[in-house]
Nanobody
């Protein structure tokens, strides 16, 4: 059974940094895309960033380019989201998700971790 478990959220001030982790288990993810989404109160869930597990190619939403970095550790089966220069508008629940490279829909989702950025 596939499990994605996020951790690392918290309350920080604007300009601070946080690193989120997504521990993936239950299968090998070599043919998967791993992603981070977020959902702020009263807003729809939005794409943040994704990485192709096999070659590490990243993709970013314009709103986080230059501030966020996605990476993965093959040995630990873990995906990271390094968030720098956080802004109050980054406040949201952050979700880890996974889909096959050939799929369009994200099949697996974590439970989410709260990130709150105070001004």
């Amino acid at each position: 059974q596939v499990q994605l478990v996020e951790s690392g959220g918290g309350l920080v001030q604007a300009g601070d940094s946080l690193r989120l982790s997504c521990a993936a288990s239950g299968r090998t993810f070599a043919t998967y895309v791993m992603a981070w989404f977020r959902q702020a109160p009263g807003k729809e869930r939005e794409f943040v960033t994704a990485i192709i597990w096999s070659d590490g190619t990243p993709h970013y939403a314009d709103s986080v380019k230059g501030r966020f970095t996605i990476s993965r550790d093959n040995a630990k089966n873990t995906v990271y989201l390094q968030m720098n220069n956080l802004k109050p508008e980054d406040t949201a629940v952050y979700y880890c998700a996974a889909r096959r490279v050939i799929s369009r829909e994200y099949t697996y989702w974590g439970q989410g971790t709260q990130v709150t950025v105070s001004s």
